[in-house]
Every structure is written in C-alpha cells, then in structure tokens.
C-alpha cells in the first residue's frame, strides 16, 4: 500500500517504524467504510437508471422530458408540468428567501451583540431541524386560508392586470408552496452565508472602519465583494434543496399536472408526482416514468449542491489568500 | 493583499463625492433597521408554527393517544401509537446500518483523508447531503421493495440510512480534527502503536462529540417523510417485523393532514406536536451530551 503510506506520512499521524499489521488493517477497513460513500452515490445512479429504463425505451429520453401530458392510464409520460412546477416553487422560494436569509447573516455576523447572535443562532438551528410534514401541515391549515381568504384576493384586486396574479384564488397552489418552500430554505440560506462570512479575515473590515466607514459602507465595500462567490454558493445550495423538497410542496401545490402562467393556479412538481404515484404505479412503464423524473432531480440537485460547494470553497480559499 | 485593496476602493469604496455625515448616517442605520427586520421576518413563521403545533395538539395529547391504534373515521378516541413505535423502531434499525457506516466514514475521512481518496469522498459526501430525500426513498424500494416484492420496515429503514450517512461522515470528521494533535502524539510517543490510539486515544476523546453528531442525525431521520411513503408504505396495526410495512408518525401526518375531516386535522396536530417532542427530547439530549463531555 504505497499511496496510503505516503499520504500517512503527511498527515496528522508520524510515520511509524515499520507498518504493524493493526494499522494495516486499521487503514483497510477504515478505507472500506469511507469508500462507501462514493458506494452509495453508485448505487443510487445505478438503481434509478435500471428502474427507468423500460419507460426510456419506451418513450424516448428527449420525449420524456419536453412532454406535456400525463396520463399513466394511456401510458402517456411526459415531465415538462412537473418540471415546470419545480421551477416555480423554487423561484418564488428563491425570490422570497434570499433577501430575508442574507439579510439575517449580516445582521448576525456583523451588526448584532454577541448575545443576540447566539439566542438568533438558536432558533434558526431549530427552524431547520423541523420536520418537511410540519411545515406542510402548517401551510395546508393556516396558511392556505389566509392566502385564499385576504392575500390573493387583495393582490389580484391590485395587480390583477399581470398575468401572474390572475385566476380565482384558490389558496392552494404555486403561491403557497413557494412561500413554504422559502421559509425551508432560509436556514440553508443563511447558515451558508453566515460561515462563509466568518472565513473572511476581521482585518479587512477593521480597515475599512477605521478609514471612516460606516458599517453599512463597509459591508458595501468590503465584506460583500470578497464574500460574494461564497454567498452565491449558498443561494444554489438553498435553491438545490427547494427543488428536492417533497413533503410541504405536495401538501400545497394541488398535484395537478398542468401549466398555467397564475401563481394562484394548481401545479404539480417533479417530487410530488413521485410521492404521490410511485407506491401505486400500475405497471414497469409507470413505474419507470417516476423512477426517470427521480433520476431528472438527483442530476440537477446533484449538479448544483457540486457547484455550490465549489463556490463556497473558492471563496473561502481567496479570503485565506488574502 | 494591497491591489485588491485598491482595485476594490477604486471601483467602489472610495465614491467621487462623499455624501455628508448626516447622509451617510441615515443610509446606515437603515440598512442596520432592514437586516434587523430581515431577522423577525424570518422568526414570525417559526413562532406561528411552534406556537399553533404545541397550542393545537395539547388538546389531542391523552394516554390514549401514546398508547392507541387509529381510529377509523368519525369513531372518536384511538390514538398513534403505532406511528410512534413505528417510527421509532425503524429509526433504531437504520441507526444499526447508518451509524458504523456514517461515523466509519467519518473515521477516513480525519485519519486518512488527506489523500485523493479523502477529498473525493469528502466532496461526494457533502454534495449527497443535498440529494433529495425522494430519490433515496426511490433508490430503497429499487433494492428491498423490488427483489423482496412487499413494502416493509426494512426498506424504509434502509432509506434512512442512506439519508444519515453523508451528514455523520463529515460531522464526525469534524468532531475527531477537533481533538489537540498532543494527545496523539503523546500516545505515540509511547509506543502505542497508530491504530490503537486512533482507536482509544483520539476516538475516546471525541466521543461526546461523536455522541451529539449521532443524536442529530437520528433526530433529523425521525422527521423524514418522503422516503418511507414507498418503502414502510403504512399500517393501521402495530408491527415490530421488519419484512413487513411499518407506519410512521409522519406519514400518519401527512395522511392525516390532506384528509377532509376536521377531526383528523385535529389529530394530525397532535401527532405534529408528538414528533416535535420526540425530535426536541433527541435533540437536547445531544446537547446535554456535549455540556457534559465538556464540564469533565
């Protein structure tokens, strides 16, 4: 095992005299459990590209995804509703959060007393460990009547000359799921963006303020630019959840495969629809169809968490430079 | 160092006119007003929830509630007992895959992580931290539902597992780099060979930390829906075998919250305000954990 040995030598550990046969198998069986990891993603590509096969043979990969029709009783599968409702959501999530999470972070990292953080820190912690269900619930019971009752009737009265807010309000719909979807991301959002902000050196800002900044204008002309890539990493992240979130989605969004332009209009999205049909899907075209749009999401979020990782390690990485 | 500085004060800090004190000031307190607004903004939903779930399902808690089956529909009484042993027996079976796999990984990634291997692995397992919870349900039923043709406990638990593994690798990792480096070299310095103080120097230190990781972990599967939808599937009888289908108090939830019957959503706060209890207790004993291990 020569690789391991030299990447022992340069690690935490000296390196010993001559290779018991304990560290041997220390090291292999240790190997072993890391390397399952890499396993698992393996297993995970693998077993929604078997399970979706027949449905690709069937349908054609590229007619799969830009159908707009679903209908499992003719065997008709095509993804764009639910891809397009995914979109959605996750907009308004996005558009929603991100101001409010950035907001957050600065205010905890740079503006607040130490106490205030901590006890802010906390709740924060604890609006993320709630269950996906809950917040469902939530949204079916209380929300979803006051938005069918007072908020879109008042912004369709208001703005109802834009396409977006048009319709009868139904509270169920793209609306509330966004919203929801935007209270689930927030956390991601903000814990992100509050450690790539602890990362940058307090030199920096210190400077700034000592030349006669105000804190504002130092956050402006400092700590923004240098943390920018690792807050941008942090929207993706939050954003790669929002389109993978299951539960409040299918609670709220109405699951019907359709598109309409009104976010007070019923939808469906790409975890919904798998929620809802996989345990009763009729059949390996059926089944297959799912299994596709499950294989669709693990790609993208796939994709997007790998870049946002990217992001947030490079600006890490100029903020250590620096 | 001084170019950036100075290309960033070029492009932006140092403005052309500097606006008076006073202007300066209200751009700057209001600034600080929206970041503090930002805060209660993102506050206001989760007191409304913590607030309706513990105001809600006080009334539906009773003995009978912990202890019962469901009832059908319009007989009053019953409870989610099932749901809670289900959920919870299901989270043991996963913790028995999820845990030497999670905190193994973990082991690599601090011990021996150092390598193209660690840092591939440490990658893969922050990214598979954002894959959905829905396609591991999918990846479950795929290996046990198929082969095994019936929806079972198993399954579900396997989900879970998969779920928990990502998350404990890197906050074990995190966990064990925090354990001073003298430790180990005392140790070694001894004679002890590498593994044994990996083992029962730098492991037995870290593990009140390794401790808490776990806890959260197991906390955060207890609260899974998604992945148990096609894999426990459901039962509206108490089951402990694990080839068979399992309820859970989340998707009795769920089940409870998209019916019509307002008798149902009362129970479905109830079981809402139970899984909030059994995640918190979780939780805090992490916490305690970790304000122990520390204070000794």
Not at chain 2, 133 to 153: D, T
Request: glycine residues 10%; aromatic residues 8%; contains cysteine.
């Amino acid at each position: 095992m020569p690789a391991a040995a030299a990447t022992h030598a340069s690690t935490t550990t000296p390196p010993p005299r001559h290779a018991h046969l304990g560290d041997r198998a220390f090291a292999v069986v240790v190997t072993l459990l890391g390397g399952s990891v890499l396993f698992v993603v393996g297993v995970i590509v693998l077993v929604c590209t078997r399970l979706s096969l027949p449905a690709f043979h069937k349908l054609g990969f590229f007619h799969f995804l830009a159908g707009s029709d679903w209908n499992p009783v003719e065997d008709s599968f095509g993804a764009l509703p639910f891809i397009y409702g995914t979109l959605v959501t996750s907009a308004i999530a996005i558009v929603l959060a991100m101001p409010v999470a950035i907001g957050l972070a600065l205010f905890l990292t740079e503006m607040s007393p130490a106490r205030v953080r901590r006890v802010v820190s906390f709740f924060v912690e604890i609006l993320a460990a709630i269950p996906s269900v809950v917040f469902g619930l939530w949204g079916l019971l209380v929300l979803v009547p006051i938005l069918r009752d007072v908020v879109e009737p008042a912004l369709g009265r208001w703005l109802g000359f834009l396409p977006l807010f048009s319709g009868a309000p139904l509270g169920i719909g793209f609306l509330p799921a966004g919203i929801v979807l935007a209270i689930m991301i927030l956390p991601t959002i903000a814990s992100v963006t509050i450690e790539v902000l602890r990362t940058m050196p307090s030199a920096l800002r210190e400077g700034a303020l000592a030349l006669g900044a105000t804190r504002w204008e130092a956050i402006r002309a400092v700590v923004l630019p240098y943390a920018g890539r690792g807050i941008m990493g942090a929207v993706i992240l939050g954003l790669a959840r929002a389109l993978g979130e299951t539960m409040a989605v299918t609670m709220l969004i109405g699951n019907q495969p359709e598109i309409h332009g009104s976010l007070f209009a019923a939808g469906y999205s790409l975890p919904s629809v798998i929620a809802n049909e996989f345990a009763e899907a009729s059949g390996a075209i059926h089944t297959g169809a799912l299994a596709g749009l499950a294989l669709v999401l693990f790609g993208v979020t796939l994709m997007l968490s790998a870049s946002a990782r990217l992001l947030v390690r490079l600006s890490a990485r100029r903020l250590v430079a620096a | 160092m001084s170019e950036m500085t100075l290309s960033v004060a070029q492009s932006y800090a140092i403005p052309r006119r500097v606006g008076s004190h006073r202007a300066r000031q209200v751009v700057n307190y209001t600034m600080t007003g929206l970041c503090a607004l930002a805060v209660v903004i993102a506050l206001v939903p989760l007191a409304s929830v913590l607030w309706l779930v513990v105001s809600k399902g006080a009334h539906s808690l009773s003995l009978a509630f912990f202890t019962k089956l469901p009832m059908p529909v319009g007989e009053v009484g019953g409870g989610v007992g099932n749901g809670i042993v289900g959920t919870l027996y299901m989270v043991a079976l996963a913790s028995c895959f999820g845990l030497p796999l999670g905190v193994g990984a973990g082991i690599f990634l601090a011990e021996r992580g150092d390598g193209t291997l660690g840092h591939a692995v440490r990658f893969t397992a922050e990214v598979l931290a954002g894959v959905p919870s829905i396609v591991v349900g999918v990846v479950a039923y795929g290996l046990i539902v198929v082969p095994m043709h019936r929806f079972s406990a198993l399954a579900g638990a396997v989900a879970l597992a998969i779920l928990m593994i990502p998350t404990l690798a890197r906050a074990t990792e995190e966990m064990i780099r925090l354990v001073p480096r003298s430790l180990r070299e005392a140790s070694l310095a001894l004679g002890v060979p590498a593994w044994r103080t990996s083992l029962s120097v730098v492991l037995r230190t870290a593990l009140g930390g390794l401790l808490n990781a776990a806890l959260l972990s197991i906390a955060r599967a207890a609260g899974e829906t998604a992945p148990l939808l096609f894999t426990a599937l459901n039962n509206q009888y108490w089951n402990l075998h694990p080839l068979q289908p399992t309820a859970s108090l989340t998707v009795q939830i769920y089940n409870y919250a998209i019916s019509p019957y307002e008798d149902w959503h009362q129970k479905a706060w109830g079981a809402a305000l139970c899984l909030l209890i059994v995640i918190g207790g979780l939780s805090l004993v992490a916490k305690l954990v970790t304000r122990r291990r520390e204070a000794a």
